[in-house]
């Protein structure tokens, strides 16, 4: 067993989640403020977004100095009060480690794009050609290649072109990486969620790519050749030598891929993000939107379940800070509160570790904006831009796609009470408070017993109590149903079924559940064994 399998975590995306001196930014000293918040919460390892030093392009997934707090956020010494603070709780923390690329305000990059000579010019991957050196194209939309005039040349950039990506086959670039991990391990971190981990290894050569200017060229550069070799080094020469977990965020990835990285044994990262079921409301991309299908969502889920049951650990998540919130894509708005709590059933109780983004707690929702100007997030101005001159679509559709895809979606300030700003900053926040803060708020949940936060608080205590939860294997039944979700897990001499309502309607199933015990409800009458109410969802346990 490895701790990080029975620990729920919980994702803090610090610009939004509180802010401390009034500035109107999430800052370190705001989240030492809540800390018994999130201990009470009964959270295990909290895993911050980027908080390195950053000129903010794509909010500190741009890194300039990889050894530095940014002074919005606080300081080194803030820092290590947070660890301390978290350890004293037997809470853990984990960091984003974002090492595909930096910032190309780094001063690597600075020397690199000035000086073809300079020892900074390898550790990117520059082209001296007339025309780009390929039609791969960006994440964020348009192409992945920027000229640079002061040495005539091209550089790569899968995300925005102030996020330049490092030449992985440069050995010293690998160096540098097993410095900063080391930097941060000593300090006592316990791990890193590692963003787009899969992509470091690009294809000798560069070859173009084909299909339309959408993630062309990803087959040149999502798990690339030399992905192994990489991650074995850093395993050999870090990992392995601390008490630590990885969680790798691996694009466009699928189990059996994820299983060369992840399988016991090999353990070059412990868990991935995979992106299946993101897109049970979408083709594929967030930018072609389709009505959801549940049986997509379960489809995608349990590929995941079946395929990694003894052999690789599953990471469960519905939200985090590149998501439109859940309630809008997977629940209701009608049906809130239950919506929230069903949703929540439905992930957390699969094998798995359970990650919970900041909000997703209280039943945030999506964004309010209504105008371009009001979102922040630079794949979101990219992408109109994009739609706007690629795809010639008007400016209200493409209004329409951001309101329901941007990921400023998920990035309003955490919603604490009901006072200014929802409590998150007396000064105006850096991106617009969700104006339901007066009834959606930390606050108000916990004067409410019934809340989606004590609902939260159950699941994970109910984790603790029960290993099945953790371990037993998964079983679904109801496959082809659009309307509910029905699994089993099994573990020892136990049972345990979950029944998720993901309509509006009344819902029945048939079961035997004579000698079950209900053990958890989102309702508190009409537990009815073989009725689900809207939005409801029931587990039940026994022993066999
Ligand atoms: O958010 C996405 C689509 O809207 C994803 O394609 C996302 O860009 C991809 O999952 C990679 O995400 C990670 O790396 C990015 C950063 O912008 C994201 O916030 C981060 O989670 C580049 O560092
Ligand atoms: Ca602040």
Request: with cysteine.
């Amino acid at each position: 067993m490895r701790w990080y399998k029975e620990s729920v975590v919980y994702q803090i995306y610090p610009r939004s989640f509180k802010d401390s001196n009034s500035d109107g930014i999430g800052d370190l000293c705001g989240i030492i403020e809540k800390v018994d918040y999130l201990k009470d919460l009964g959270v295990d390892v909290i895993w911050l977004s980027p908080i390195y030093d950053s000129p903010l392009d794509d909010n500190g997934y741009d890194i300039s100095d990889y050894y530095n707090i940014l002074n919005d956020y606080g300081s080194l010494d803030d820092f290590k009060v947070l660890i301390e603070k978290l350890h004293q709780r037997e809470m853990k923390l984990i960091m984003d480690l974002v090492v595909n690329h930096t910032s190309d305000e780094h001063p690597w990059f600075k020397e690199a794009s000035k000086d073809i000579n300079s020892p900074y010019h390898d550790y990117y991957i520059f082209r001296k050609t007339k025309k780009k050196p390929n039609n791969w194209t960006s994440f964020f939309g348009g192409s992945a290649w920027e000229f640079n005039h002061c040495t005539n040349e091209y550089y790569l950039h899968l995300f925005s072109k102030k996020q330049p990506d490092l030449n992985w086959e440069n050995p010293k670039v690998r160096e540098e990486v097993k410095k900063i991990l080391k930097f941060w391990l000593d300090l006592g971190v316990d791990g890193f969620r590692c963003d787009v981990i899969n992509l470091l290894s690009k294809r000798e050569g560069l070859p173009n790519g084909s299909g339309l200017p959408i993630l062309r060229g990803k087959d040149h550069y999502v798990n690339g050749p030399k992905m192994h070799q990489y991650l074995q080094e850093i395993k050999n020469d870090v990992f392995k030598n601390y008490d630590m977990f990885t969680v790798g965020e691996c694009v466009l990835i699928t189990p059996e891929k994820a299983l060369e990285y992840i399988q016991e044994g090999v353990d070059e990262l412990n868990m991935v993000f995979q992106f299946d079921h993101m897109g049970a409301d979408n083709y594929f991309v967030k930018w072609f939107p389709r009505k959801f299908k549940l049986k997509r969502l379960k489809k995608a889920l349990s590929k995941w379940q079946y395929a990694l049951e003894g052999k690789g650990w599953n990471s469960l998540y519905l939200e985090n800070h590149d998501q439109p919130r859940s309630i809008n894509r997977f629940g209701s708005l009608t049906h809130r509160k239950e919506s929230a709590k069903m949703l929540a059933t439905y992930i957390f109780f699969q094998q798995g570790t359970p990650f919970i983004y900041q909000g997703q707690e209280i039943g945030m929702t999506n964004a309010h904006f209504t105008s371009l100007e009001e979102y922040n997030d630079v794949e979101t101005h990219n992408i109109y831009k994009v739609g706007r001159k690629v795809f010639h679509l008007s400016h209200k559709n493409m209004m329409k796609k951001i309101k329901y895809a941007s990921r400023d979606n998920a990035r309003t300030p955490m919603q604490w009470n009901r006072e200014i700003n929802g409590g998150f900053s007396n000064e105006k926040p850096w991106l617009g408070v969700n104006p339901n803060y007066s009834e959606i708020n930390v606050e108000e949940c916990l004067n409410d017993p019934d809340s989606i936060l004590y609902y939260y608080k159950e699941l994970i205590a109910l984790r603790k109590k029960h290993p099945i939860i953790i371990y037993g294997n998964y079983q679904e039944f109801y496959e082809n149903s659009n309307d509910i979700a029905f699994y089993e897990r099994n573990y020892l001499n136990e049972k345990l079924v979950v029944a998720c309502n993901f309509t509006s309607k009344i819902q029945y199933y048939n079961y035997d559940l004579n000698d079950f015990k209900l053990i958890l409800s989102n309702y508190k009458d009409d537990l009815v064994p073989q009725r689900l109410l809207p939005y409801q969802a029931k587990v039940y346990i026994k022993k066999v």
